[in-house]
């Protein structure tokens, strides 16, 4: 009977005839997606195969921490009564167990792994009520963009009856680690959808940590000269973390140069535009965009001693992107604040 767990596997490191028996837990299996691979702080559940993968590395993420409270499909997004926030390393796996193995098992055994290591749980999908009412839960994959050997629908067209999720978070001094696991069962085999009888996990593992900043602060020369040239000008050197409006320490230098372009330019008077990308709502991205305009400018004038009738705040949200916000790298442009001559 094979082990379910890696903690099962350790266990049996104490007897010496099953010693070699550490390598079903750590070794790829020869039907892996090509070029996946299981993220080193996180084992896979025993005899289990990848059949999806992506891997960013740096993202943005909610972490499902209170009830379920629906599927908008206008947004194509679930809603929780409470969630956390989280940026990072993300790593995206989809596991195949084929066979007898419920969601149920495969819950429970990352919930196993995750308290050994001192982790916790956040959320559990069978301990909420309102999960029993998931209509659409499983609609999100529809829209999932991750290589696969198996249909993108092999999630989305699961019996939803069958989904389980639960979230977990692991402390450590070099940065949190968050776990997101959700499984659906397949009942018998699919060639339409490409899967087989057994269940599916769909794990993302979210290593918090900061993000290397490859910016280069515009110069108050240039802002000027495209002022001058285009109306206006895109600053990504304003840091924020994510969902707030507190400046960080690291924004100082473009700070610095919009002083030195007013202070060099004393008729100049400015509309500071925050912009966001569109992960959350419409109204509560145009709250923080404008929160983190208005924080701009109380820099300025607290710091730099700017006038306060030469700055005034907007925020527009997501409503003039400036790339696609499908991936990271398009969000990470839309994130911005724009100077703009009044």
């Known amino acids: 009977m094979r082990p379910r767990s890696v903690l099962a596997f350790l266990r049996l490191l104490a007897a010496p005839a099953f010693a070699g028996l550490l390598f079903l837990s750590t070794l790829a299996s020869a039907q892996d997606l090509p070029g996946a691979k299981d993220n080193p702080l996180l084992k896979r ?16 993420y909610l972490v499902p921490t209170g009830t379920y409270k629906g599927y908008d499909t206008t ?37 196993n792994e995750v308290q050994a290591a001192g982790g916790v749980t956040l959320y559990d999908s069978g301990r909420d009520e309102n999960f029993k009412s998931r209509s659409c839960f499983l609609c999100p994959y529809s ?26 978070k692991i402390s450590r ?35 918090v940590g900061a993000m290397k900043q490859n910016m280069v602060t515009v110069s108050a020369g240039d802002m000027s000269k495209a002022i001058a040239a285009t109306g206006r000008v895109a600053l990504y050197g304003i840091l924020f973390d994510t969902a707030k409006a507190d400046i960080k320490p690291d924004s100082k230098p473009a700070l610095d140069e919009i002083a030195k372009l007013l202070k060099a330019e004393p008729a100049l008077k400015l509309r500071v ?6 992960q959350g ?7 923080l965009s404008k929160r983190r305009a208005e924080a701009v ?37 839309n994130r911005r604040v724009e100077l703009v001559p009044q």
Request: proline fraction near 2%.
């Open 281 to 287: 709502t419409l109204d509560s991205n145009i709250a």
């Open 173 to 207: 001094p070099q940065g949190d680690l968050y776990v997101v696991v959700e499984a659906v069962q397949w009942a018998k085999d699919s060639k339409d959808y490409k899967a087989v009888k057994g269940a599916y996990a769909a794990v993302d593992i979210i290593e």
């Open 273 to 278: 535009v925050g912009h966001t990308d569109n």
């Open 45 to 60: 559940f025993a005899g289990s195969t990848i059949v999806g993968y992506d891997f960013k590395r740096f993202d943005e």
């Open 143 to 168: 829209w999932n963009e991750i290589k696969t050997s198996r249909s993108t629908y092999t999630f989305s067209a699961a019996e939803v009856a069958t989904a389980r999720l639960a979230s977990f």
């Open 75 to 111: 947004s194509r997004k679930r809603s929780w009564a409470s969630s956390v926030p989280v940026e990072g390393a993300l790593t995206r796996l989809w596991y195949e167990s084929a066979g007898d193995t419920s969601t149920a098992e495969l819950i429970r055994n990352y919930q």
């Open 297 to 333: 400018n109380a820099a300025l004038a607290s710091q730099y001693a700017i006038a306060a009738n030469r700055l005034a705040a907007y925020g527009v949200a997501d409503l003039a992107p400036v790339a696609s916000n499908a991936a990271e790298d398009g969000r990470a442009k």
